[in-house]
């Protein structure tokens, strides 16, 4: 139906790129984990998942979101999308706490690694569950009911921000980011 709509699903997959090849990452925080995680790559994968997300995904959602709520009459769903935008601000703020804390560590800081596991385990988990319940509820609904209209509307007042890990121009900052995503990738094909 729309260009807007369909950057919506592809930023959800690229999310959801990044989300498991972080968990892999992660993991080898874990006792008997036989590598070192890399933790520039994980600070840069949630320094990503901090901008990007905040800059243009969850503005962009919560735009469509403005033009779709008036036409909503059922209350189930009415529910659904309340909660999904509860998330966003939820998403962003256990963002902050795990870049904050994962730079302790890079600044020689200790930090309890259960804890830290334990709330990034917390995160993924939201992220991942955030993803799914959009996918099911707000993307069927802003097909069905949003007019191109609507969609024009809200692409007129927001600037074109390219994806600046996915998208067609990646940036410098990301680079090394982009080939752990590759890479790691191409190991999980491997095995």
């Not at 963002?95 to 804890?115: E, G, M, Y």
């Not at 993803?131 to 809200?154: G, Q, R, S, W």
Request: glycine content about 2%; proline content about 4%; hydrophobic content about 40%.
């Amino acid at each position: 139906m729309s260009i807007l709509i369909d950057r919506i699903i592809k930023d959800h997959e690229h999310l959801t790129r990044l989300l498991v090849c972080l968990d892999r990452e992660i993991s080898k925080y874990k006792e008997g984990a036989t590598r070192q995680p890399r933790l520039s790559v994980i600070i840069d994968a949630l320094d990503y998942l901090h901008n990007y997300p905040d800059s243009f995904h969850h503005p962009l959602e919560s735009r469509l979101l403005a033009k779709l709520r008036p036409r909503i009459t059922d209350a189930g769903l009415r529910q659904k999308l309340e909660a999904i935008e509860e998330q966003h601000v939820e998403i962003y703020q256990l963002t902050n706490n795990l870049i904050d804390r994962f730079q302790s560590i890079q600044n020689d800081q200790i930090v309890p690694v259960d804890k830290l596991l334990a709330d990034y385990q917390r995160y993924a988990e939201l992220q991942i569950n955030h993803i799914k319940m959009e996918n099911i509820f707000m993307i069927p609904a802003m097909k069905k009911l949003l007019t191109e209209e609507d969609v024009a509307a809200v692409k007129s007042a927001l600037n074109g921000n390219p994806d600046p890990l996915f998208g067609a121009h990646l940036w410098d900052a990301y680079e090394d980011l982009y080939q752990f995503v590759v890479g790691t990738e191409q190991e999980q094909v491997a095995v």
